[in-house]
């Protein structure tokens, strides 16, 4: 059983309107006053104030415990409110860590409130997690959580994992003193491109309030020392179905990173370890391409050009530019459908999924396909303002 | 006959199906039945080499098939299979 090892809970006294606070964790013999005081004693680190982080930060707080660092450098956007519910329609435009803050201290003047505005790196992980009990891992992406996977290795503290797709969540607790981490169930992510880019990407708002809530879960039972924990356990949950399953993990005893033969011993290099790029970056200035600018010109001294969409139908249904539709991942089975002797115009959203239609397409023996710089998005900002942007 | 689970980012290389019955004595011919059923899952459950991609794991009911006899692990009437790939996150992938 995972416990915390450097709380003090002697030392964290409870006033009188603190135990007023909590007085229906305290009348529960698993929390009590002990418990109380071990929550209030504890240091907790979030990764991330978004999706995960939101109902993370907000339960974490609400139960007492007394010091939770927030790491994020974000700033609150509009797509960010239809799930990360720590944030408000007022916060648009803010750091998220200032709206973070807000609300928590809000919640509960008692906290301690640590805010740490940089972008978590190899740099400086080990050096913050050293100064918490428990990490949460609230991240969205490959490299980061590769790297809070190590640094809490390292610096053997558990990380309370949880990662959300669509519709699916998965959570565990990594890298307790005896159980497995997340490079025993993952050793390598996967590499860029196989994973599914924005276009079959999103998440229903309320998966990250379940996964999130779990995790807060997981750290309060840690803290408290009660229950079993989430170690060598991994729950998938499914909120299509409403179905959550367990599946065994095991310590890898190949693990580079805490199995017997540890090959990775400092933290490393993890953009280049997943091998990543930008997010859905046109790929590289050899394709073809053409400004959305240029494009209107075009259409508007009704120039014979073709347009074709290769995003997906729902995406369509959102905004177009009365393209031909064919999803990306169709193109090579509907290839028969376009004239190459026409001049082609690909977009997609951003110029990622076109860039690579227009590379699928050249090499299928099509000489003037050209891609659409920026994807529709550059559309709605640069020529067409009332064309909804998502 | 087995029951293998899809997760819900490889379905749309399925056929949108979220669970598949394929009929086999080992999980590796399971899998292989499978991708012969659908090829587009193929370069997304394996590698050049042909060999299972890393940041794929494959659970016999709720046990690693690392842990167990690995593609070579016999299958029972009723058993589920759960491809059970890593996921990253909700805001950017």
């Known amino acids: 059983m995972a416990t915390i090892s450097d709380v003090k809970p002697a030392e964290a006294l409870l006033s009188n309107d603190e135990i007023l606070r909590y007085s229906r964790h305290l009348i529960m013999p698993e929390v009590g006053m002990e418990g109380q005081q071990k929550l209030k004693a504890a240091k907790v680190l979030c990764i991330g104030a978004g999706g995960l982080g939101s109902p993370l930060a907000l339960y974490l707080t609400a139960a007492g415990v007394g010091t939770l660092g927030i790491v994020d450098f974000d700033v609150v956007d509009y797509t960010n409110l239809q799930r990360q519910i720590i944030h408000t329609t007022a916060d648009v435009g803010r750091k998220k860590l200032d709206s973070a803050a807000d609300k928590l201290t809000a919640i509960n003047p008692y906290l301690n409130l640590r805010t740490f505005d940089t972008k978590l790196t190899s740099a400086n992980a080990l050096e913050l997690f050293r100064e918490f009990d428990i990490v949460a891992d609230g991240t969205d992406n490959f490299p980061t959580r590769y790297l809070v996977n190590d640094a809490c290795v390292l610096t053997g503290k558990p990380n309370v994992y949880g990662s959300i797709f669509r519709f699916e969540g998965q959570a565990s607790v990594f890298a307790t003193e005896d159980g497995p981490c997340y490079r025993c169930l993952y050793p390598e992510p996967p590499p860029p491109g196989l994973v599914p880019s924005c276009a079959e990407g999103g998440v229903l708002g309320i998966l990250p309030g379940l996964v999130g809530v779990i995790q807060a879960t997981e750290t309060i039972k840690l803290i408290l020392g009660q229950g079993d924990p989430l170690v060598g356990r991994l729950l998938l949950v499914d909120a299509l179905g409403m179905k959550f399953r367990e599946l065994k993990l095991r310590k890898n005893p190949d693990c580079p990173v805490c199995g017997t033969h540890r090959t990775i011993t400092e933290l490393i290099d993890y953009d280049q370890f997943c091998g990543i790029r930008g997010q859905e970056e046109p790929a590289g200035n050899d394709i073809p391409s053409i400004s959305v600018e240029d494009l209107k010109k075009k259409l508007d001294a009704k120039a014979d050009v073709f347009i074709l969409d290769v995003r997906e139908p729902h995406e369509y249904q959102i905004c177009h530019l009365n393209g031909y539709l064919i999803p990306v991942g169709d193109l090579p089975k509907r290839v028969s459908e376009l004239d190459s002797s026409r001049e082609i115009v690909a977009h997609c959203k951003m110029g990622g999924r076109s860039a690579k239609a227009v590379n699928f397409l050249r090499r299928a023996g099509f000489t003037k396909v050209y891609n659409l710089t920026g994807g529709i998005t550059a559309w709605a900002e640069r020529i067409d303002p009332k064309m909804p942007k998502y | ?93």
Do not use: C, W
């Open chain 2, 1 to 93: 006959m087995p029951q293998i689970q899809i997760p819900s980012p490889l379905r749309q290389y399925s056929g949108k199906q979220a669970s598949i019955n394929v009929p086999a004595k080992t999980v590796g011919e399971a899998l292989a039945g499978l991708v012969s059923q659908h090829p587009d899952l193929k370069r997304h459950l394996y590698n050049d080499e042909g060999k299972l991609r890393t940041f794929v794991n494959v659970y016999v009911n709720d046990e690693d098939m690392r842990y167990l006899q690995k593609e070579a692990t016999e299958l029972k009437d009723g058993d589920t299979i759960s491809i059970v790939p890593s996921i990253a996150g909700g805001g950017t992938i």
